[in-house]
């Protein structure tokens, strides 16, 4: 089973439906569908989408073979979301955790299958300040608790966007970065944190190596000088340890300031 993350900075921009802009080229091509087709992932988990259903054109929502289902930010429009397309319906979905102040902004989604249980997770970043630190804090732990408390039984996998590089390994500018979020001491804590729960890091159990990132900033060509960071994960159950084959980092990948990350799992 192939499960692919990605972070798509705007469904109606990757899919044609607005206009995207690369430097000083203007598109309206359907890079997503185009990844979808080519690839064929099983399940392809995407965030900050920024939009609702409604928004986005009935030809653009799913791919054909594919099941569709959307979270949306009901605090403003534009912000936040994700989706989920996958070619096996799942048996329940959720995208609510039971505390309004997360659940608003629409950055979760479960698909509930016969033998795990998939999330997709935009988790909150803390750039705008010390509150919006503290809150991504608490999502993280509200996130995690609910898993386990709601799903306990049933390996999970979280695949998302943490906003957070684990490890110095992580980024190529950690000494830069450790006053900011997405790479504060705290943050970092909470992520190993996570790990003890019970949960791998998919792709550095199987790759060692440094300068591999999963997002770049738009600033200073950064892509193309692979000054980036690794933000985007599929944590694992750890009782699917040995059913986890490969996970891929796709930098090629356009259409995004984040790349698609990929899991061969089962």
Known sequence: ????????????????????????????????????????????????????????????????????????????????????????????TITEIGIEKFDVEGRILASVFDNFVHFNVYFPNGTSGDERVAYKLEFYDALFAFIKREFGDLPAIVSGDYNTAHCAIDLARPKENEGNSGFLPIEREKFDEILTLGYIDSFRKLHSEANQYTWWSNRGRARENNVGWRIDYHLVDQRLQQEIHACTIEAGVLGSDHCPLSLNIF
Request: aromatic share 10%; hydrophobic share 30%; proline share 4%.
């Open 1 to 92: 089973m192939k499960i692919v993350t990605w972070n798509i900075n705007g469904y109606r921009s990757i899919t044609g439906q607005n206009t995207s802009k690369r430097f000083d080229k203007i598109t309206k091509e359907n890079k997503l569908f185009a990844y979808i087709d080519a690839t064929q992932p099983d399940l392809i988990a995407m965030q900050e989408t920024k939009a609702e259903p409604e928004q986005i054109l009935s030809e653009l929502r799913c791919p054909q073979g594919y099941h569709a289902e959307y979270n949306w930010s009901k605090a403003r429009k534009g912000y936040s979301g994700v989706a989920t397309f996958s070619k096996l319906q799942p048996k329940q």
